[in-house]
């Protein structure tokens, strides 16, 4: 359930992306109405960074107990011949999403960072939480560096380049918004290569020190018996806490930066949205303190099924937004602002749970996981 939460919050900020590409999570082209300007703050302040670091923690969560069911079964080697099958499957998936579909694919980063995490499969946990503390505070140390550059770069741009949005931005958006899937992929496959190497050379630690991170509370428990972790979950809601003022001055800052100097993005703004990412350690401890309601247990039965399936579910989004918002497809997305963007994914995503219940009811797991739990265990004795 909670996977499948992770995967409708990055719907809510792939859409926004979807048209512009690399140009940021939204460019307004025309000043914004209220309720654009409000959902993107939502969307912005509570979604983006927080469900995509969520999922690469439950990444690393779900390592831990694959690997430990690996193990039994097969022995240490062979475990980890499987693992890295699984993962060299992922990044093929990835490439060709990444390539066809949606610039934005994380599948790519997350399989290379995979191969990181395999390193660690027989590590002890202590060993687990002070590898995971290294990589996020390395992924803080240079995203401050990063701002000092992006900030005393924009100090150099001509003053006519901020007062309107950049052509090459326009012109992505064109591309992907009226031309044909031939003007998207070329578009597509461009911003796809740039971003998997931004992600890889900036990212990395961020992406690794999540999945160390979700390893550990795998190895621990910290999800499967929150009872005996008092003081992590007590420490997940204190920083939580802490990272919310973080959280809702940077998109604030980027709002603003938006509506003045749309070729100017705000560089202060952009990190500490990128920086407010602990606040989904709020949302899990949210989640764990009233995991026996009966409410909560009825929303769990009804999300499971699409967390089960996430693969699919995750590459049947890409499908549906070309669908629906390209030129190649339906090209709604050259009319639709922030807030309808926002309620065509909630749309997709009541679509998703209906089917997802269908499909697992049916056939016990998603077909791209089917090919995939193929891949993984062909070899393995």
Known sequence: ALRAVALFGILQV???????????LTVFATPPSAADQAVYLLIATFVSTKFLS????LFGYGFALQMKSLRRAHGERDARRAYRRRLAFLLAIGVMHGTLLYFG???????????VLLLYAASRPRVLARHAGRWLWGYVAISVLLTFFMAGAGRFLPAEDIAQVPPEWLARFAAAATGDYAAFQSVTWSDYVDLTLLSLTLASPYVIGLFVLGALAGRLGWLAHPARHPQVWRNARRIGWAA???AALGPWLSLQ??????GLPSAVGFTLTSL???????????VIARRDAQWLQRVVAWLAPAGRMPLTNYLAQSVLMGLLLSGWGLGWGIDLGVAQL???ALAIVVLQIVASRAWIARFGQGPVEALWKRATYRQTR
């Open 14 to 24: 792939n859409i926004q992306s979807y048209l512009w590409g690399l140009g940021g």
């Open 244 to 246: 919310l003022p973080v």
């Open 257 to 262: 930066s938006q509506i003045d100097t749309p």
């Open 276 to 286: 407010s990412f602990p606040l989904v350690g709020l949302y899990l401890a949210w």
């Open 54 to 57: 969520l999922f690469a923690f």
């Open 342 to 344: 926002a309620l065509l």
């Open 105 to 115: 694919d994380i599948l790519t980063t997350y399989a290379l960072c995979g191969f």
